[in-house]
């Protein structure tokens, strides 16, 4: 038989509901206790002490009643039976409603102190950069942030995070030692990045730019979270963004889902693919993975788009880049770009290209502060003969020890810049048929490549011996996705894979290895790697960029792609002849009578001295002053070839 709640049993009810969830009615029921326990007291004076003296008037009663509820020490002094006996009763009234006031205090006090810890109070910030979500990139574009943010001075950036705040919070102590970084401001809260509710709390729509990251794991959960994540920023806030959105992607086949939800507020970084075409690329020299590690950084020189200097504007391409001397143009973007009708930057154009008074120019600059002053440099034209002669490219064999996801897409582009009948062979962990099957859509493709499929463990000399006694020119080692491991370990087995072939090689090849973790960068300084990629770091340092600047995601695009102009390091005597005393303003000239760009150069006497940023120098400041340049040295271009 079901019992009816009584009268007693709803009380009951709605007292646990109002004691549990309103501080305010909490607080409401302590002071209607005391209330209570005030007039109590004047009721025992009254009743038991009419004549004293504190009775003698109900303001005098109410008076001494407050006295002996607030401080139980107060009625040492009265006399007189029936005084006593009212004052031990209103004094412990006072004391059970002091207990109860210092506890409902206390337990207010750890409810707001525990919800600072969950990270859910309001951010009150505007013009900050917003990221959502932490994973191993987060530390790595926090640091290149707070080195692009010295020159605005005080700034700010917001991590939003499922992860638990005081999780964050330990790894950024951890990394900084304090939240603030030079003169960048560091706040944590904990809430979803596809909440509107949460984004509004974290001032999604007043951020200067948002950066999207997605979860450490399987391309497609990760790209799906940033999908979501998307949906909320342009459609689920209910205003409009004041900054646009850097989004990272890990599989190129999400990326026209994620652009087709908004073009006018996403920039799209698809990691995968952006590493594997900077694998084939710096596979393809040496130093080059210094180079670009070095641009994807804000400490140093980084590209830039600016209006063009003063008095320049309307002029050829020829006519600016020959006049500025702090930095060194490199391209031009088009006004069109900001309104999203054309989404590329030109790089390397003709000279005689006018570059309009609404368009940009893309420059390799210290900083965006310094001021640029046109100034015609002094340049020698004279190139060595046989300059202008292109060889010819001869095939070659590439050793590409490990397999992941991106390999298909890295034999695309590795096809367009060798000589037909280049042969290359794959040495992995997985079973023959599964890699084949994996190339399968690419390999037909392939008009100069020839590939080889070889199972074996990379990190094993039996297996590595019978591939490198053939000999190879080139060899480009994975962080292998093949076998399931973390960072570190993949690191392990990379550096042992690239020692190993190393030693067995019967010449000395271009070693190219993928690292994932930066931590590993010192321990392969050790070990004499010289050429790595630090996978991580390089895909930080482009969200960063392209969060600050969300037309460089154009430009990169276009140096990292195998159509157009990319970066090499060419041969000094190609420009110089032997023993020859230079400028690097007349190299610039030189590179451009070869239809290149000179951004820098490369001493051969410090290619291994890691101190000495392995002898590479980017935008040289004095760019008038005769340096020594051998042809032993390489110019660093940028150029549709590498002849």
């Not at 109900?58 to 401080?71: F, K, N, P, T, Y």
């Not at 030079?182 to 706040?187: A, E, F, K, L, P």
């Amino acid at each position: 038989m079901s019992h009816k709640p009584g009268l007693r049993d709803k009380f009951r009810y709605h007292f646990d509901n109002t004691m549990a969830f309103s501080a305010f009615a909490r607080f409401g029921i302590v002071f209607a206790l005391g209330i209570g326990a005030l007039f109590v007291g004047v009721g025992l004076l009254k009743l038991l002490a009419p004549s004293s003296d504190p009775a003698a008037s109900i303001l005098e009663a109410m008076w001494w009643s407050w006295g002996r509820v607030a401080d139980p020490g107060s009625g040492a002094q009265d006399t007189g039976t029936g005084v006593r006996a009212a004052e031990i009763v209103t004094t412990l009234s006072g004391v059970v409603l002091f207990a109860l006031l210092l506890g409902f205090v206390s337990d207010s006090v750890q409810a707001k102190i525990a919800d600072l810890r969950k990270g859910k109070s309001l951010v009150v910030e505007h013009d900050h950069t917003l990221i959502l979500g932490f994973n191993d990139k987060a530390v790595s574009i926090i640091k290149e942030l707070a080195e692009a943010n010295e020159s605005r001075g005080d700034s700010c950036i917001v991590i939003l995070s499922e992860r638990d705040k005081e999780e964050v919070v330990d790894s950024l102590l951890e990394h900084f030692g304090a939240p603030k970084l030079r003169t960048t401001r560091i706040v944590v809260r904990h809430g979803s990045a596809f909440s509107p509710h949460d984004l509004l709390n974290v001032r999604a729509q007043d951020a200067r730019s948002i950066i999207v990251l997605s979860d450490d794991g399987s391309a497609s959960q990760g790209d799906v979270r940033v999908v979501k994540t998307v949906l909320a920023l342009t459609r689920g806030l209910g205003t409009r963004l004041r900054g646009h959105i850097a989004a990272e992607l890990l599989d190129l086949e999400h990326k026209d889902v994620v652009t087709s939800i908004d073009t006018n507020h996403i920039e799209v970084v698809v990691a995968r693919d952006f590493l594997g075409r900077l694998l084939v690329q710096t596979a393809r020299q040496t130093g080059l993975a210094q180079v670009y590690s070095m641009l994807l950084s804000f400490d140093g020189d980084e590209f830039y788009l600016l209006p063009p200097p003063a008095n320049m504007a309307g002029k050829s391409f020829g006519e600016i880049w020959s006049q500025v001397s702090q930095g060194i143009v490199v391209g031009y973007a088009p006004a069109a770009r900001q309104t999203g009708q054309v989404h590329a930057v030109v790089l390397n154009p003709s000279d005689d290209t006018i570059v309009g008074p609404n368009d940009r120019i893309a420059i390799l600059l210290e900083d965006d502060s310094v001021v640029i002053s046109p100034k015609a440099l002094p340049i020698s034209i004279t190139l060595p003969r046989g300059s202008l002669v292109r060889a010819e490219h001869a095939p070659e064999h590439i050793f590409v020890l490990g397999f992941h996801d991106q390999l298909p897409l890295m034999l695309s582009e590795l096809d367009q810049y060798v000589a037909p009948s280049t042969r290359v062979t794959i040495l992995s962990q997985l079973e023959r048929e599964v890699a084949i099957r994996g190339l399968s859509r690419v390999i037909p493709s392939l008009a100069n490549l020839t590939v080889t499929i070889v199972q074996g463990d990379p990190t094993a000399k039996s297996d590595l011996l019978p591939v490198c006694a053939l000999g190879f020119d080139s060899a480009i080692v994975l962080a292998d996705a093949s076998i399931p491991h973390n960072a570190d370990d993949t690191d392990a087995r990379t550096l042992m894979s690239v020692l190993l072939v190393r030693s067995l090689a019967s010449r000395n090849p271009r070693i190219i290895s993928e690292i994932r973790n930066p931590k590993t960068k010192e321990l392969a300084a050790v070990a004499d790697v010289t050429d790595f990629v630090v996978s991580d770091e390089l895909v930080s340092g482009l969200l960063a960029q392209v969060s600050e600047n969300r037309d460089l995601s154009g430009l990169w695009d276009d140096l990292c792609s195998a159509e157009g102009s990319e970066i090499y390091l060419k041969a000094g005597d190609k420009y110089i002849q032997h023993d020859e005393q230079v400028t690097f303003a007349d190299l610039m000239g030189r590179a451009r009578a070869r239809g290149e760009i000179a951004i820098g150069y490369a001493q051969k006497a410090l290619e291994r001295d890691p101190s000495k940023a392995y002898g590479i120098v980017l935008n040289p400041r004095n760019k008038t002053e005769k340096f020594p340049f051998t042809t032993d040295d390489r110019l660093i271009v940028i150029a549709e070839d590498e002849r």
